[in-house]
């Protein structure tokens, strides 16, 4: 019973948490998520693509559900548990990028699933082949908090403040990061001199079907490679041969892959941190070129408008006004 309390007492806490990718799966599971335009991907996503601008641009609500450091594997899971506890969205910008078909074998920041994995048997299937925890850890209370005492730390400082929530570094889903320059892709080129992308072939099948459900769904859907520093792009070696499997899919289903690789924003290190990831100043400036390439997109602009329709005769039938269609 102690543990059974202590556990209920600690995941509870972390349930109400904004810090970290807590404030994101919290709203998924709270049914928080008011969000037309759905921005899928890693980290690349989660601090490229700030969706008050996209709001402001398309006039749909849009979230960031970019998923720091895991790849489409763990991204797809996200996708599920959004459909499971919220309205499904009907436009999807979906960041794709080097490491997406990859399967990392350790899972990164495995803290952001404590509150949720007691008895869960569908978590344990999706993250139960990463190394971290045990079988143990999904079915004995408290066991997978043992050592995770930075997470425990965060819950009794948030007692401490009198139980305030966190918070949090993200604004709906988007972390705006201004920071230097740093030399990780000097590093990077130093370790691994001939780095080649292991593609995952379940991944890969994974990927196909999600597409196909979105197909089924009614969901609009972009692929997307924002803009990556034009100095490493060279580092990894089969990049075209990962590049030929998004736009074969993109055909395949019929759907748009705009490739921002060879972007204006690529050439300039002032909007970037590092090699693959934007700064504040350059995130926002990608945001507002990606949504009006957006408009511009036949297809695009066609689904859009469609959606617009909808959203405004839906507002209209709950006030009893006048229909407006966009234009």
């Known amino acids: 019973?102690?543990?059974?309390?202590?556990?209920?007492?600690?995941?509870?806490?972390?349930?109400?948490?904004?810090?970290?990718?807590?404030?994101?799966?919290?709203?998924?599971?709270?049914?928080?998520i008011d969000a037309d335009i759905a921005i899928y991907g890693s980290s690349r996503a989660m601090v490229h693509?700030?969706?008050?601008?996209?709001?402001?641009?398309?006039?749909?609500?849009?979230?960031?559900?970019?998923?720091?450091?895991?790849?489409?594997?763990?991204?797809?899971?996200?996708?599920?548990?959004?459909?499971?506890?919220?309205?499904?969205?009907?436009?999807?910008?979906?960041?794709?990028?080097?490491?997406?078909?990859?399967?990392r074998e350790d899972?990164?920041?495995?803290?952001?699933?404590?509150p949720?994995?007691?008895?869960?048997?569908?978590?344990?299937?999706?993250?139960g082949s990463y190394k971290g925890y045990s079988n143990y850890d999904y079915i004995i209370p408290l066991v997978r908090y043992y050592g995770q005492y930075k997470t425990i730390g965060k819950v009794f400082k948030s007692l401490l403040?009198?139980?305030?929530?966190?918070?949090?570094?993200?604004?709906?889903?988007?972390?705006?990061?201004?920071?230097?320059?740093?030399?990780?892709?000097v590093k990077a080129r130093a370790q691994f001199p001939d780095y080649r992308?292991?593609?995952?072939?379940?991944?890969?099948?994974?990927?196909?079907?999600?597409?196909?459900?979105?197909?089924?769904?009614?969901?609009?859907?972009?692929?997307?490679?924002?803009p990556e520093y034009i100095e490493g792009q060279d580092f990894v070696k089969n990049r075209a041969e990962i590049m030929?499997?998004?736009?074969?899919?993109?055909?395949?289903?019929?759907?748009?892959?705009?490739d921002y690789s060879n972007d204006s924003i690529s050439y300039k290190r002032e909007y970037f941190y590092n090699a693959s990831h934007l700064n504040g100043i350059g995130a926002r400036l990608f945001t507002s070129k990606l949504a009006s390439d957006i408009k511009s997109n036949e297809v695009l602009a066609q689904q859009i408008r469609s959606q617009q329709n909808q959203l405004i005769h839906q507002a209209s039938l709950k006030s009893g006004g006048t229909k407006y269609m966009a234009h």
């Open 107 to 114: 899972l990164f920041q495995m803290e952001q699933f404590l």
């Open 244 to 258: 030929n499997i998004f736009s074969s899919l993109a055909n395949k289903y019929n759907i748009p892959f705009i």
């Open 49 to 103: 693509l700030d969706p008050l601008i996209i709001k402001d641009s398309l006039k749909m609500n849009a979230y960031n559900f970019g998923l720091n450091g895991h790849n489409f594997w763990l991204q797809y899971y996200r996708h599920k548990e959004l459909l499971k506890h919220n309205p499904k969205p009907k436009f999807i910008i979906h960041s794709v990028d080097m490491f997406t078909l990859v399967k």
């Open 161 to 185: 403040k009198g139980n305030k929530v966190d918070r949090s570094d993200r604004s709906l889903g988007f972390a705006a990061k201004d920071l230097p320059w740093n030399d990780d892709l």
């Open 197 to 226: 992308v292991a593609v995952d072939s379940a991944s890969v099948v994974l990927f196909e079907n999600y597409l196909k459900e979105c197909r089924n769904l009614g969901t609009a859907i972009a692929l997307i490679y924002t």
């Open 116 to 127: 949720y994995m007691l008895y869960n048997k569908e978590l344990h299937q999706w993250i």
């Open 1 to 32: 019973m102690l543990m059974f309390t202590a556990d209920w007492f600690l995941s509870n806490q972390l349930r109400h948490s904004r810090y970290g990718e807590f404030g994101v799966w919290n709203d998924i599971y709270d049914g928080n």
